[in-house]
T-cell receptor, first 114, second 113 residues
Framework: DQQVKQNSPSLSVQEGRISILNCDYT??????FLWYKKYPAEGPTFLIS?????DKNEDGRFTVFLNKSAKHLSLHIVPSQPGDSAVYFC?????????????FGKGTLLTVNP | EPEVTQTPSHQVTQMGQEVILRCVPI?????FYWYRQILGQKVEFLVS????????KSEIFDDQFSVERPDGSNFTLKIRSTKLEDSAMYFC???????????FGPGTRLTVL
């Protein structure tokens, strides 16, 4: 049951270039999306989120784009830095009723090379 | 910056034993969650807790699992009789409101032998 899919298990980019991480979802009830970063032996760290009423949200070097018709979102990191190397999880939520659980993708390992 | 803390960082137990995983959510948060990640798999929702009761639980959260907020600061996950397949990283999370972002703790690695 893969309601949130991150089809690229890994991505490698050069320092200073753009990193683009992709995520697709199948549940049309999802209305809030989040990106988390995770280092080994640590918990997921919240990065940025977007509500389904928007198509873009920006926070410093991080921008999330949402294409509802395609059920697709992406995280852009510009410029990429070696410290950005981590696993990035896309997560989604269906806010109907009192349901606040997050459904996660499998993650994409980003490696930023100096 | 306030953060979610979890203890212990690593728990080793024998199959059939009870374990209690502890979490201290961020102090002004009202919603609490447990997730787990089996090695190599994705992070999975277990349970959410608000106003001293479970608001939602997944099919994983069977009768062997229970949660409690015993005082004003701790949030615990108990597994009554552990199984080998309970071995995983268990993450606690909290959020200020139900529709805010959730902040995760560093996790407890549970190893069931």
């Amino acid at each position: 049951d893969q309601q949130v899919k991150q089809n690229s298990p890994s991505l490698s980019v050069q320092e200073g270039r753009i990193s683009i991480l992709n995520c697709d979802y199948t549940n049309s009830m999802f209305d809030y999306f989040l990106w988390y970063k995770k280092y080994p032996a640590e918990g997921p760290t919240f990065l940025i989120s977007i509500s389904s009423i928007k198509d873009k949200n920006e926070d410093g070097r991080f921008t999330v784009f949402l294409n509802k018709s395609a059920k697709h979102l992406s995280l852009h990191i510009v410029p990429s830095q070696p410290g950005d190397s981590a696993v990035y999880f896309c997560a989604a939520r269906d806010s109907g009723g009192s349901n606040y659980k997050l459904t996660f993708g499998k993650g994409t390992l980003l490696t930023v090379n100096p | 910056e306030p953060e979610v803390t979890q203890t212990p960082s690593h728990q080793v137990t024998q199959m059939g034993q009870e374990v209690i995983l502890r979490c201290v959510p961020i102090s002004n948060h009202l919603y609490f969650y447990w997730y787990r990640q089996i090695l190599g798999q994705k992070v999975e929702f277990l349970v959410s807790f608000y106003n001293n009761e479970i608001s939602e639980k997944s099919e994983i959260f069977d009768d062997q699992f229970s949660v409690e907020r015993p005082d004003g600061s701790n949030f615990t996950l108990k597994i009554r009789s552990t199984k080998l397949e309970d071995s995983a990283m268990y993450f606690c999370a909290s959020s200020q409101t139900g529709d805010n972002e959730q902040f995760f703790g560093p996790g407890t690695r549970l190893t069931v032998l």
